[in-house]
């Protein structure tokens, strides 16, 4: 089993940054991917970004370029930078870990793992 703790999130202003974490434990492999999903809501849970144990990353268009995500050699830290947030960001976001698949993926059925979820709002 594996277990996701996200923090770093809270109320900020648009235009402003904060930076997630998330922390995995447990029995985690290096062929694995970490990715970063969003709620808001009344909506459905969408990709945001991942970043493989080689380093490939991925990004939903709508946070290209603003937001960037990074982690450990290990990848049992990972962290999603994010810049420029707008009102559109505000929801509660989940990092989620793939088991034994190093794959980029924008698919939540290719993540095993789950964390609580921590909630960013941008206040406009």
């Known amino acids: 089993q594996v277990q996701l703790v996200e923090s770093g999130g809270g109320l900020v202003q648009a235009g402003g940054s904060l930076r997630l974490s998330c922390a995995a434990s447990g029995r985690t492999f290096s062929d694995e991917t970490m990715g970063w999903f969003r709620q808001a809501p009344g909506k459905e849970r969408e990709f945001v970004a991942s970043?493989?144990?080689?380093?490939?990353?991925y990004y939903a268009d709508s946070v290209r370029g603003r937001f960037t995500i990074s982690g450990d050699n290990a990848k049992t830290t990972v962290y999603l930078q994010m810049n420029r947030l707008n009102a559109e960001d505000s929801a509660v976001y989940y990092c989620a870990r793939t088991t034994r698949y190093p794959y980029s993926d924008i698919r939540e059925s290719a993540y095993a793992y789950w964390g609580q979820g921590t909630p960013v709002t941008v206040s406009s």
């Open positions: 970043i493989t144990s080689g380093d490939i990353t």
